[in-house]
DNA sequence: TTGTGGATGTCGCCG
DNA sequence: CGGCGACGTCCACAA
């Protein structure tokens, strides 16, 4: 927290839900940056920066300009003006303070565990944002690997005729299977399913499960395993032979 | 960049790197907004919206307040009050529009290939924000898992004594092995790093490629795989050993 | 363009 | 909390 208001039992002014200062110099910046922490708004920052990171690695990124987004969750972010990714960021639940160091904004975000700490020091700001948002709205979200597992427990015959499935994240000792069933001749098949394209690790996977189960099973016991994706790379192909497992091409 | 402008040799007023606007009618949004994109400038918009994605998959999102970014490599950004993660987000690469619809602020960020389109339909806008940031610096991260494998590299006994890198990245059926290289005794040695705490898919991997380079070798090749990690799961322990695989415990 | 595997992955779920 | 696997993963790099 900032090291400021302790007691503000005055009731604050019914604030605006947006405030935002231009080219602040960095007091300006300090103060409205202090208070949207205080106040648990929305925080933005762009200007001219560099970044330090140290944590489960550590990074340093010289001067450039950058769009720095606190949230009041914890999350910190330090974006450039190129790709989805953030430069740097902290996860949600770190704690964010800001100060001034050599005539500098700086922004400190630090998390436990693990221990991490990022800073991000502005020499010139162009922009301080305080937004009070708030977001009750739940994401619906079509096209998921789960809508693919219903999709077949709604009809089974799409992975093969006589296919019945018996249970779904049954366990095993290399984990949980997708979903776990039989065939019309009464084998047990295990399913796993990709919403997208497979590839290698998806093999391996089924693999993992099909082995797993033919041991908790009778040791003669013979287990189909079948991977369930829109297609699969030539190498997947391979290794689906070379294990002796089947593909069947199915979308969510 | 902007598909526009063939021939802008009048100098352009030297305009501001930061222009925004504070709960702005939608039109005078809209006239900043399209600015902004024209420009190739960072755009921001603060307000409350509704969000529609459709694409690789496809998501509805209700009426909440929300950040977005749209950078001038075509990315964009949706985020809400809480998460690292984009409620909804475009990949660069996709070309922004922005328009009025039923007299909201509406931007749309299109792509193809695979064709996805992302709307974001602002019925409030607290705050629109256009700036014009360059960053040419680099990150420089140390920690990675290319810092493992330089360091063993750099001190084969790491692994074991007498372990003799012999190449990175050789390529197997299976796909390029980190580190190949022999033991003292001159058994081929196939090594799997992992920068942190590795789990059954890294077992997996690694019984791919000896598998893979026992095969492209002769039959009665003895290849020994060794997984090189801060440390493992249990069960990635079990699945280890019953592949007779190895571990060394090992941080970047 | 596609394939492949890393990532400070993040995130949700479940023991 | 740690393990485990999905993700509209993103991303760089190689073929």
Known sequence: MTPTDPDADAPAAPADRVRTLTRPDHEAARDLAAAALQRGDLLTVVGRCTVTYEGRAASELGPGDRHLTCKPDGTAMVHSDEG???????????????????????????????????????ERVLHVGAFDVTDEADLALVGTEE?????????????????????????????????????????????????????????????????????????????????????????????LDERGLEFVALAP
Chains 1, 2 share one sequence.
Request: aromatic share 4%; proline share 8%; hydrophobic share 40%.
């Open 84 to 122: 989805r990714q953030p430069v740097n960021w902290q996860p949600p639940g770190s704690e964010h303070e800001v100060s001034l160091h050599d005539g500098h904004l700086r922004v400190r975000s630090t998390r436990e565990p693990p221990t991490e700490e990022l800073v991000v020091d502005f």
């Open 147 to 239: 809508h693919l597992r219903e999709r077949i427990l709604d009809d089974p015959a799409l992975v093969e005729p006589g296919f019945t499935p018996l249970a779904t994240e049954r366990e095993t000792a290399a984990g949980a299977v997708d979903v776990f069933g039989e065939d019309a001749a009464g084998r047990t098949v295990v399913l796993e399913l990709k919403r997208r394209r497979a590839g290698p690790d998806a093999v391996s996977q089924l693999a993992r499960y099909v082995d797993a189960l033919a041991r908790d099973l009778h040791a003669d016991a013979e287990v189909r395993g079948i991977l369930v994706a829109p297609s699969a790379t030539d190498r997947a192909r391979r290794l």
